[in-house]
Nanobody, 125 residues
């Protein structure tokens, strides 16, 4: 069973940057679809970004397009989310997710089978 662990969250001022990481253990996810989701207080979890198994195909939510970049390093079993020009509305718990043995780009939450515990990102002055 692949386990996912996020890191890199924290407090940042508006306009700042953070890089989130997601490490996989218990198996390799080189053939998996991967994604990032976030949940703000009092709101449903929402899609942020997704990437296919090659890393060549990515999708972003409109709210983060042009500011966030998703990437993966299959050799290291790592998924990343570079977040630039952060806004207060980006404040949320960010979670990574995997759909095992699926080479598509998946934006639908219910299709993911493995989830990390989440890391808090707070954007505030």
């Amino acid at each position: 069973q692949v386990q996912l662990v996020e890191s890199g969250g924290g407090l940042v001022q508006p306009g700042g940057s953070l890089r989130l990481s997601c490490a996989a253990s218990g198996g390799r996810f080189s053939n998996d679809a991967l994604g990032w989701f976030r949940q703000a207080p009092g709101k449903d979890r929402e899609f942020v970004s997704a990437i296919d198994w090659t890393g060549d195909n990515t999708v972003y939510a409109d709210s983060v397009k042009g500011r966030f970049t998703i990437s993966r390093d299959n050799a290291k079993n790592m998924l990343y989310l570079q977040m630039n020009k952060l806004k207060p509305e980006d404040t949320a718990v960010y979670s990574c997710a995997a759909r095992r043995n699926n080479r598509a780009v998946i934006t639908i939450e219910r299709l993911y089978t493995n989830w990390g515990q989440g890391t808090q990102v707070t954007v505030s002055s």
